[in-house]
């Protein structure tokens, strides 16, 4: 059974951080043979890519808003992904959810990943 458990997260003020985790567990292949990726999705809105990384963690695409305060990192020998948050607005309150493609790239689209953790509310007060 495949589980991709967030955890982290909460409640912040602005300009605050906040630091997610997701770790894996049951997937078909091994961990570092998937890109994994952070979406998130606010109250009345779609699901958006925030940021993905790659299988050996060396290339990483971010959300342009989210450029130089959050950080996707991964350690594959923990099976775990990781999601830097720091200065951090009102508008990045939503739920996060991280997500596992068997792709040789990391890729935007909610329907590309096949594997998804149940979400971690984050909330950033004014």
């Known amino acids: 059974q495949v589980q991709l458990v967030e955890s982290g997260g909460g409640s912040v003020q602005a300009e605050g951080s906040l630091r997610l985790s997701c770790a894996a567990s049951?997937?078909?292949?091994?961990?570092?043979?998937?890109?994994m990726a952070w979406f998130r999705q606010a109250p009345g809105k779609e699901r958006e890519f925030v940021a993905g990384?790659?299988?050996?963690?060396?290339?990483?695409s971010t959300k342009d808003s989210v450029k130089g305060r959050f950080t996707i990192s991964r350690d594959n020998g923990k099976n775990t992904v990781y999601l830097q948050m720091d200065g951090m607005k009102p508008e990045d309150a939503a739920v996060y959810y991280c997500?596992?493609?068997?792709?040789?790239?990391?890729?935007?689209?909610?329907?590309?990943?096949?594997?998804w953790g149940q979400g971690r509310q984050v909330t950033v007060s004014s």
């Open positions: 997500a596992a493609d068997a792709s040789l790239v990391v890729r935007t689209s909610v329907p590309d990943y096949e594997y």
């Open positions: 049951g997937l078909p292949f091994v961990f570092s043979g998937y890109v």
């Open positions: 990384i790659t299988r050996n963690g060396r290339s990483w």
